[in-house]
T-cell receptor, first 112, second 115 residues
Framework: GQNIDQPTEMTATEGAIVQINCTYQ??????LFWYQQHAGEAPTFLSY????GLEEKGRFSSFLSRSKGYSYLLLKELQMKDSASYLC?????????????FGTGTRLQVTL | GAVVSQHPSRVICKSGTSVKIECRSL??????MFWYRQFPKQSLMLMAT?????????EQGVEKDKFLINHASLTLSTLTVTSAHPEDSSFYIC???????????FGPGTRLTVT
């Protein structure tokens, strides 16, 4: 089965750094995605990791440890517009049968 | 590139009626489309996977006779919610995957309200 866990809610201050963790136990692994979702909108792609290590893209970075079944999304220089839900999703298995399983999502509130 | 549209964006229907939601890939051919459902303050739950020209594969617990999926072409998939009930009220999101890349592109979602 698939089990993907994230904290339900987090609060951080504008300008600060926040780390959103994601742990997973899945049968088969072919990459981990992070998406941002504002209320009432579809998810938008943020990052993708398939190998261990850190992927940096502007203010957003994502880390993966496959041996630990662990990933995090790091958001730097937080802005008010970063208030949203952040979804971790694991892709498995490989090939045409692959699909995404989403975590519970983390609602981030950025305050002044 | 890689734009996916959904129609309608919002729909209100009466209990017992059926409603159809369309998902289109506008600038690429989607060999596979996925349908998700999202209840308030919850994450996306995969309902079914549809491949062009073949029957959809439904996730456990999803009634295939209630949620009819048709993927008749490489750019269009439809989800029909039959005999809708208030508990079917939800945000329905589709995504499309190309033959070349194992990456999903999401549509903007459809808000269904059943009264």
């Amino acid at each position: 089965g698939q089990n993907i866990d994230q904290p339900t809610e987090m609060t951080a201050t504008e300008g600060a750094i926040v780390q959103i963790n994601c742990t997973y136990q899945t049968s088969g692994f072919n990459g981990l995605f992070w998406y941002q979702q504002h209320a009432g909108e579809a998810p938008t792609f943020l990052s993708y990791n398939v190998l261990d290590g850190l992927e940096e893209k502007g203010r957003f970075s994502s880390f993966l440890s496959r041996s630990k079944g662990y990933s995090y999304l790091l958001l730097k220089e937080l802005q008010m517009k970063d208030s949203a839900s952040y979804l971790c999703a694991v892709r498995s298995p490989t090939g045409t049968a692959s699909k995404l399983t989403f975590g519970t999502g983390t609602r981030l509130q950025v305050t002044l | 590139g890689a734009v996916v549209s959904q129609h309608p964006s919002r729909v209100i229907c009466k209990s017992g009626t059926s409603v159809k939601i369309e998902c289109r890939s506008l600038d690429f051919q989607a060999t596979t489309m996925f349908w998700y459902r999202q209840f308030p303050k919850q994450s996306l739950m995969l309902m079914a996977t549809s491949n062009e020209g073949s029957k959809a594969t439904y996730e456990q617990g999803v009634e295939k006779d209630k949620f009819l999926i048709n993927h008749a072409s490489l750019t269009l998939s439809t989800l029909t919610v039959t005999s809708a009930h208030p508990e079917d009220s939800s945000f329905y999101i589709c995504s499309a995957r190309t033959r070349q890349r194992d990456e999903q592109y999401f549509g903007p979602g459809t808000r269904l309200t059943v009264t």
